[in-house]
């Protein structure tokens, strides 16, 4: 299986911070790799595919980057919406896994 | 607008059976792969199984080999988990999701005595 790592575990942000989020594939997954939002007791939010292609209806604010086994989630400007639990998830092969997650809290 | 709906969830004891079911809406349910993705509450995610658009392909994480089915009906534009020998670790919130890009709000499982 492959394993992802994602780092960090949490962060406090304050709003309009720039924040950004990595996530490390155990073996290269090309750019097979989404980013999700989660807000408490919500269904996630698919927000990123492909690494760096955002959702229809997702603020440009959100980018993603990264190929292989490295990755970034970035948001340019910390708004109070975004304030969640962001994974990322990869696509590549089966079974599809999940980094363990970020917390973003309010600072 | 596109909406997926879990049903089915509840109590049910170790060792039972449950099956959920998913009904979608706004889109073309036979274009698209259909995955199942669980979590407990205050956990992680973890994806569960999917199931290609025409049923000829599924797959399932190796805990839940040999005890979950995953089935669609494109006809009813519906997606359903059909859960046996449950064990106490199946507990989760499970989500029906679109090819991972869009998901309902989830259905609760809890198995206990």
């Known amino acids: 299986d492959i394993q992802m790592t994602q780092s960090p575990s949490s962060l406090s942000a304050s709003v309009g911070d720039r924040v950004t989020i990595t996530c490390r594939a155990s073996?290269?997954?090309?750019?097979?790799l989404s980013w999700l939002q989660q807000r408490p007791g919500k269904a996630p939010k698919s927000l990123i595919y492909?690494?760096?292609r955002l959702q229809s209806g997702v603020p440009s604010k959100f980018s993603g980057s990264g190929s292989g086994t490295d990755f970034t989630l970035t948001i340019s400007s910390l708004q109070p919406e975004d304030f969640a639990t962001y994974y990322c998830?990869?696509?590549?092969?089966?079974?599809?896994?999940f980094g363990q997650g970020t917390k973003v809290e309010i600072k | 607008e596109v909406e997926l709906v879990e049903s089915g969830g509840g109590l049910v004891q170790p060792g039972g059976s449950l099956t959920l079911s998913c009904e979608v809406s706004?889109?073309?349910?036979?274009?698209?792969?259909m995955d199942w993705v669980r979590q407990v509450p205050g956990k992680g995610l973890e994806w569960v199984a999917n199931?290609?658009?025409?049923?000829?392909?599924?797959y399932y994480v190796d805990s839940v080999k040999g005890r979950f089915i995953i089935s669609r009906d494109n006809a009813k534009n519906s997606l359903y988990l059909q859960m046996n020998s449950l064990r106490a670790e199946d507990t989760a919130v499970y989500y029906c999701?679109?090819?991972?890009?869009?998901w309902g709000r989830g259905t609760l499982v809890t198995v206990s005595s």
């Open positions: 999701s679109r090819s991972l890009d869009v």
């Open positions: 706004g889109f073309t349910f036979s274009s698209y792969w």
């Open positions: 199931i290609k658009q025409d049923g000829t392909e599924k």
């Open positions: 073996q290269g997954i090309s750019n097979d």
């Open positions: 492909a690494a760096s």
């Open positions: 998830l990869q696509y590549k092969s089966y079974p599809r896994t």
